[in-house]
């Protein structure tokens, strides 16, 4: 399918771009887009949640009270996990979530994401540009120009660019790659792309 091209401005510069439909165009396959999106935020966890066992904590090992007949659970010392203070019972221990997932897979997902963004009209080409300095205003008044002003963007940029990204930055509600770091989760968390001219053709090629 084609798209108009815009300019920074919001005017439509009469280009089109082709958005290849083996990539924007597919039958959105739900299922691999839940995997890619729980293997990305499963890798960023740290795992490093840790809780003490009854082995671990300071305390006696007198044992407190008489086996039975207590009229409660049998504990032994004070560092029973029955006891306040004591030790927790099957508590997290250090780990890592990571797990794998198929290249084609993970190709698919990102296929899906897009394909969806396509059906939502959530998809605006404008002209490859770069700003001279860092200047968050200018980025503002370019999502006015848009009329994506308020609405959670993606900006996908060919390649980095300081500039660019440091306009972002201190924007709540918009977020800045490139296409080679493109992800199914950063797809899905976006409202809107914004997709630079020179960025479809290289999209186009996943």
């Not at 083996?22 to 995997?35: A, K, R, S, W």
């Not at 840790?50 to 407190?64: A, N």
């Not at 490139?178 to 950063?186: I, Q, W």
């Given at each position: 399918?084609e798209?108009?091209?815009?300019?920074?401005?919001?005017?439509?510069?009469?280009?089109?771009?082709?958005?290849?439909d083996?990539?924007?165009?597919?039958?959105?396959?739900?299922?691999?887009?839940?995997?890619d999106?729980?293997?990305?935020?499963?890798?960023?966890?740290?795992?490093?949640a840790?809780?003490?066992?009854?082995?671990?904590?300071?305390?006696?090992?007198?044992?407190?009270?008489?086996?039975k007949?207590?009229?409660?659970?049998?504990?032994?010392?004070i560092?029973?996990?029955?006891?306040?203070?004591?030790?927790?019972?099957?508590g997290?221990k250090?780990?890592?979530?990571?797990?794998?997932?198929?290249?084609?897979?993970?190709a698919?997902?990102?296929?899906?994401?897009?394909?969806?963004?396509?059906?939502?009209?959530?998809?605006?080409v404008v002209?490859?540009?770069?700003?001279?300095?860092?200047?968050?205003?200018e980025?503002?008044a370019?999502?006015?120009?848009?009329?994506l002003?308020?609405k959670?963007l993606?900006?996908i940029?060919?390649?980095?660019?300081?500039?660019?990204?440091?306009?972002?930055?201190?924007?709540?509600?918009?977020?800045?790659t490139?296409?080679?770091?493109?992800?199914?989760?950063?797809v899905?968390?976006?409202?809107?792309?914004?997709?630079l001219?020179s960025?479809?053709?290289?999209?186009?090629?996943?």
């Open positions: 399918m798209i108009n091209v815009y300019n920074i401005k919001g005017e439509d510069t009469g280009k089109k771009v082709t958005l290849k083996g990539v924007f165009g597919i039958e959105p396959n739900d299922h691999v887009i839940y995997l999106v729980k293997q990305y935020l499963a890798n960023r966890r740290q795992g490093t840790k809780s003490k066992e009854r082995s671990e904590i300071s305390g006696s090992t007198r044992k407190l009270g008489r086996q007949g207590g009229g409660g659970a049998r504990h032994g010392d560092n029973s996990p029955v006891m306040v203070g004591g030790g927790r019972v099957f997290p250090p780990r890592d979530y990571e797990f794998k997932l198929n290249k084609k897979e993970k698919l997902a990102r296929k899906s994401a897009l394909s969806y963004k396509v059906r939502d009209n959530a998809i605006t002209e490859d540009f770069s700003f001279e300095v860092p200047k968050t205003k980025f503002l370019l999502s006015k120009n848009l009329n002003a308020g959670k993606l900006v940029l060919p390649e980095n660019n300081d500039n660019i990204l440091l306009s972002v930055r201190n924007i709540p509600k918009a977020n800045v490139t296409v080679s770091e493109l992800n199914t989760y950063k899905l968390d976006a409202a809107h792309l914004v997709l001219e960025s479809v053709s290289a999209i186009n090629n996943f």
